[in-house]
Nanobody, 129 residues
Framework: QVQLVESGGGSVQSGESLRLSCAVS????????MGWFRQAPGKEREEREG??????????RYGNSVKGRFTISRDNAKNTLYVQMNSLKPEDTAMYYC????????????????????WGQGTQVTVSS
């Protein structure tokens, strides 16, 4: 059974940093992508925005709004995915979800949430000005 558990969210001031973690268990695919998506207040699940993604072959992708501020990484030994978020802005306020999927690896549609089969419960990030 695949489990993804996010942590690290919180409330910060504009310009501060947070690092989100996603502890992963039960994944058996060797070719897979993992990503961070966010759902802003008032948005529907279908409107989740791809923030950052990384695949098992090293490919990465970042959303335009976070390029240069967010960095995705993974620690295979700890089975943990991270996203370091610097220079946070109020518009970064959202529920952040970790996701994993093999379809994204093959399709290269790393920000298509339908290509991710496994999701965590989310961790809230709130940035105030």
């Amino acid at each position: 059974q695949v489990q993804l558990v996010e942590s690290g969210g919180g409330s910060v001031q504009s310009g501060e940093s947070l690092r989100l973690s996603c502890a992963v268990s039960g994944l058996t695919y060797s070719r897979i992508c993992m990503g961070w998506f966010r759902q802003a207040p008032g948005k529907e699940r279908e409107e989740r925005e791809g923030v950052a993604a990384i695949c098992s072959d090293g490919r990465t992708r970042y959303g335009n709004s976070v390029k240069g501020r967010f960095t995705i990484s993974r620690d295979n030994a700890k089975n943990t995915l991270y996203v370091q978020m610097n220079s946070l802005k109020p518009e970064d306020t959202a529920m952040y979800y970790c996701a994993a999927g093999s379809s994204a690896y093959w399709s290269n549609l790393m920000f298509n949430q339908h290509h991710y089969a496994h999701w965590g419960q989310g961790t809230q990030v709130t940035v105030s000005s």
